[in-house]
């Protein structure tokens, strides 16, 4: 099974501040990399595929990058309704895996 | 609009079984491959199991593998879960997903599972 961590768990930050979230494969996934975002409501939704591609109305501050086995995700300028869960997940094999999640607080 | 409900979760006795639903609508339901995916409370994400188009092919984690079960309507644009054998570690939100080639590209809003006696 391929190994998703990320990193930081969690990360403090402030409005229109510039952040990034990382996330290591255990093995190369050749960009099939994804991002999602996590309301506390419990509402999921996709931000990114296929490493950088911007899902259909997400804002264009997020921003996906990398390949082999390490990938990001950066938010350029912080909204208020971007504070939430984020996580990333595989889909270059079965078992798909995810991510741990990082908490992206309001500092 | 794409909408995915779930339905039939609730509280459960270890060892039980419990069939969950998915109604889709708002897309050619047989077009696309289907998920589960579950979020035990306080943790992160894990997927559960996949279906292909006709419903020939699935796919699932060693975790839930020979206790649960994916399946399809086509007609009725739905999806199950059946999940035999429910253990207390199996306690979660239940998230049914559009499986677009390559992510998870809708959720629906998720079922609560309670394994407990």
């Known amino acids: 099974d391929i190994q998703m961590t990320q990193s930081p768990s969690s990360l403090p930050a402030s409005l229109g501040e510039r952040v990034t979230i990382s996330c290591r494969a255990s093995q190369g996934i050749s960009n099939n990399l994804n991002w999602y975002q996590q309301k506390p409501d419990g509402t999921i939704k996709p931000l990114i595929y296929y490493t950088s591609n911007l899902q259909s109305g997400v804002p264009s501050r997020f921003s996906g990058s990398g390949s082999g086995t390490d990938y990001s995700l950066t938010i350029s300028s912080l909204e208020p309704e971007d504070f939430a869960m984020y996580y990333c997940q595989q889909d270059a094999s079965f078992p798909r895996t995810f991510g741990g999640g990082t908490k992206l607080e309001l500092k | ?117």
Not at chain 2, 26 to 43: C, D, H, I, L
Not at chain 2, 54 to 69: I, L, N, Q
Not at chain 2, 104 to 112: A, K, L, P, S
């Open chain 2, 1 to 117: 609009e794409v909408q995915l409900v779930e339905s039939g979760g609730g509280l459960v006795q270890p060892g039980r079984s419990l069939k969950l639903s998915c109604a889709a609508s708002g897309f050619t339901f047989s077009n696309y491959y289907m998920a589960w995916v579950r979020q035990a409370p306080k943790k992160g994400l894990e997927w559960v199991a996949t279906i292909s188009t006709s419903g020939s092919r699935t796919y699932y984690p060693d975790s839930v593998k020979g206790r649960f079960t994916i399946s399809r309507d086509n007609a009725k644009s739905s999806l199950y879960l059946q999940m035999n054998s429910l253990k207390s570690e199996d306690t979660a939100t239940y998230y049914c997903a559009r499986h677009r080639t390559n992510y998870f590209d809708y959720w629906g809003q998720g079922v609560m599972v309670t394994v407990s006696s």
